[in-house]
T-cell receptor, first 118, second 110 residues
Framework: GAVVSQHPSWVICKSGTSVKIECRSL??????MFWYRQFPKQSLMLMAT?????????EQGVEKDKFLINHASLTLSTLTVTSAHPEDSSFYIC??????????????FGDGTRLSIL | GQSLEQPSEVTAVEGAIVQINCTYQ??????LSWYQQHDGGAPTFLSY????GLEETGRFSSFLSRSDSYGYLLLQELQMKDSASYFC???????????FGAGTTVTVRA
């Protein structure tokens, strides 16, 4: 079945560091991917929609200069958290859907990246 | 905007049946999905309803009433491995974005 791979699974770094997270669709092409953030014991909050070959669409309140998204190919989207600070520590999850599928095609989620900023 | 309400916690014993309700208010509606997430893991798709009625997938079933802006997930023959968080999510537009509820933590006891 369709699989979404996310890397790295865990990052611990110092404040001020920029961190890149990769999201790959392994056996299908994804023109659209989604990036979510999840704080402990809370729901998934959509941050942005990553569109292959065009600019990402950010949700209200999400700083696009802080969270840089690049979707350079049909199988790879990257999220870069720039100049990360402790308040950016969270669980970041990507998802993708198979293009052209019916509306009940589920989104496939990556395993998530746990980001801890010291 | 969108708002979804679901219970925060449910506890049940092995073999029991659990129903998780979800009521929603959205600007538009293109379907209600259910996802399971084990602690520290990724959400996995369980079920989807675009039309009124019941969808059955093994031990899990999902129901939707669009007129009542209401749906539920039914977990039957509960097993210990079903202990997880369950999220309902609506698709408010045909752009495949999902808006998630706060999640229901299901704890299955022996």
């Amino acid at each position: 079945g369709a699989v979404v791979s996310q890397h790295p699974s865990w990052v611990i770094c110092k404040s001020g560091t920029s961190v890149k997270i990769e999201c790959r669709s392994l056996d299908f092409q994804a023109t659209t991917m989604f990036w979510y953030r999840q704080f402990p014991k809370q729901s998934l909050m959509l941050m942005a929609t990553s569109n292959e070959g065009s600019k990402a669409t950010y949700e209200q309140g999400v700083e696009k200069d802080k969270f840089l998204i690049n979707h350079a190919s049909l199988t790879l989207s990257t999220l870069t958290v720039t100049s990360a600070h402790p308040e950016d520590s969270s669980f970041y999850i990507c998802s993708a859907r198979v293009p052209g599928a019916y509306s009940n095609q589920p989104q496939h989620f990556g395993d998530g990246t746990r980001l801890s900023i010291l | 905007g969108q708002s979804l309400e679901q219970p925060s916690e449910v506890t049940a014993v092995e073999g029991a049946i659990v129903q998780i309700n979800c009521t929603y208010q959205t600007s538009g509606f293109y379907g209600l999905s259910w996802y399971q997430q084990h602690d520290g893991g990724a959400p996995t798709f369980l079920s989807y309803n675009a039309l009124d009625g019941l969808e059955e997938t093994g031990r899990f079933s999902s129901f939707l009433s669009r007129s009542d802006s209401y749906g539920y997930l039914l977990l039957q023959e509960l097993q210990m491995k079903d202990s997880a968080s369950y999220f309902c999510a609506v698709s408010p537009a045909p752009d495949y974005k999902l808006s998630f509820g706060a999640g229901t933590t299901v704890t299955v006891r022996a």
